[in-house]
């Protein structure tokens, strides 16, 4: 079960051009199992239908404060009955009325009206957005407590460019769960690492092995909705997950120097597919066909940082290893856990349909220091991530 499942969201649409981008953003929600209310203003009606927005949401729009006979109370009865209101895209003038306070119409009165987490997403041209009354009031409202998702640098309406643009509206979805999840994880730093590590044999190939990274990334998704500071270390050109600074690297070795230049993290996830073997000395040029026989390539091992990292972990900190096993599981899992000095585990049989390598499921068992086991059914990857930062985020304490 998602962030979003049985959410009851206002979709608040203000009258910029981007209007049209909401709607999308209204499908994904619907898609994510919200439950989503629309409210327009007389300005986002004139850039975009209601028809469209009446088709994809689960409620007809709204749009006035004195149409619905059927709504004795309606400008405090949305906002009372929300679980977050966001405004999508939200224009100067809202935004300078959510600062005042100034209810001139139902979007504004159900606002006023809700206790729910307040989510905007401003987009206007650059010269409006750098308005220092603009950015003030941005500043007062975000201080009040209301998510500003921060607009984005792009092609704007009328051929220009610059900052501005709404966000993209996958960001948009990612803030809206952020503001839905209990920040349990606020003020910590969580390093998470991806992908499959990809060791040189010649300047164009490699020795690498199946991870895709998904399971990595749906951990740092997970911990920046939960409130934590996030540094991803990817091997995978996949995008990383809104809010979650990235650092790219490519062998066993560059994995381990970026992991080590991190001295303040709270909580280590190692669900990268770190290489055991490494090609002892990789051709310093293209290996051809044409230099006579198919080439020897001496493996040597590489070194397993994550018993350095287990060795000398500091006092409060949780560490996170992954075991992708084909046989005797937990046996095996349990085994790497002690010799690793591992505070919890996360194992799975990768022989099974739909787990491990490539899928966007899971099915794992935690296992910790202690030797408690907690079993996860087959689900989707960001189910498994929240039950991982469940426990480690119970080991902090
Ligand atoms: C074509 C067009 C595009 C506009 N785009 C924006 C915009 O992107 N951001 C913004 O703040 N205002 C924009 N405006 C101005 C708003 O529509 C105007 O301030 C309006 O009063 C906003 O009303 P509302 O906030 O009730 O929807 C645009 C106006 C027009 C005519």
Known sequence: MGALTGKRIVLGVTGGIAAYKAVEVCRRLVEAGAHVQPV????????VGATTFSALASEPVKTSLFDDPETPIPHTRMGQAADLVLVCPATARIISDIRTGRSADLLMSTILATRAPVVVCPAMHTEMWEQPAVQENLD?????????????????????????RLADPATVVAHVERALTEHDLAGRHVLVTAGGTREPIDPVRVISNKSTGKQGYAVAAEAWARGARVTLVTTVETPEPVGVHRVDVQTAADMQRAVESID?????????????FRPADPA???LKKTDGAAPEIPLEKTHDFLVDL??????????????????????????????KKL???VANDVSQPGVGFGYDTNEVVI???????????LTDKRDVARRVLDTAANKLG
């Open 40 to 47: 327009m203003t007389d300005g986002a009606l004139e850039m």
């Open 284 to 286: 310093d040029h293209k």
């Open 264 to 276: 303040d993290a709270d909580i280590i996830v190692m669900a990268a597919a770190v290489a055991d």
């Open 140 to 164: 007062v409202i975000e201080r009040r407590g209301v998510s500003i998702v921060p607009p984005e640098r792009g092609r704007l309406a009328g051929g220009d460019t610059g900052d501005g």
């Open 343 to 345: 505070d919890l585990i």
């Open 367 to 377: 296992i910790q220091a202690d030797g408690s086991c907690e079993h996860v059914p």
């Open 310 to 339: 287990g060795e000398k972990k500091p006092d409060g900190q949780v560490l996170v290893g992954f075991a992708a096993e084909t046989d005797d599981l937990v046996g095996n899992a349990r085994a790497k856990l002690e010799r």
